[in-house]
Nanobody
């Protein structure tokens, strides 16, 4: 019965930064791996980053060195996006234990 809600998306110029946040509501009984995925127009959904209950993170090749995933609790996770590129434009989705958020749009353009 957990639900996820993303926030923080928007428009930014190339080289800029955005921070996405995800909050889980409902019954949270334990820590689970959480992650961010994205889907650009005409492309498949892809992993951006994930983080385990002990803080180990994994990143997609295209965002390594630019994005940082973090969590504040069992209910929250954030994605700091730096040095954004036009190819980062996509809808970004939060994921936790089989549950997906509705997504938040990120647009990178001049």
């Amino acid at each position: 019965q957990v639900q996820l809600a993303e926030s923080g998306g928007g428009w930014v110029q190339p080289g800029g930064s955005l921070k996405l946040s995800c909050a889980a509501s409902g019954s949270i009984l334990s820590m689970r791996t959480m992650g961010w995925y994205r889907q650009a127009p005409g492309k498949e959904r892809e992993l951006v980053a994930s983080i385990t209950p002990i803080g180990m993170s994994t990143y997609g090749d295209s965002v390594k060195g630019r994005f940082t995933i973090s969590r504040g609790s069992a209910r929250t996770v954030a994605l700091q996006m730096n040095s954004l590129k036009p190819e980062d434009t996509a809808v970004y989705y939060c994921y936790r234990n089989g549950v997906w958020g509705q997504g938040t749009q990120v647009t990178v353009s001049s």
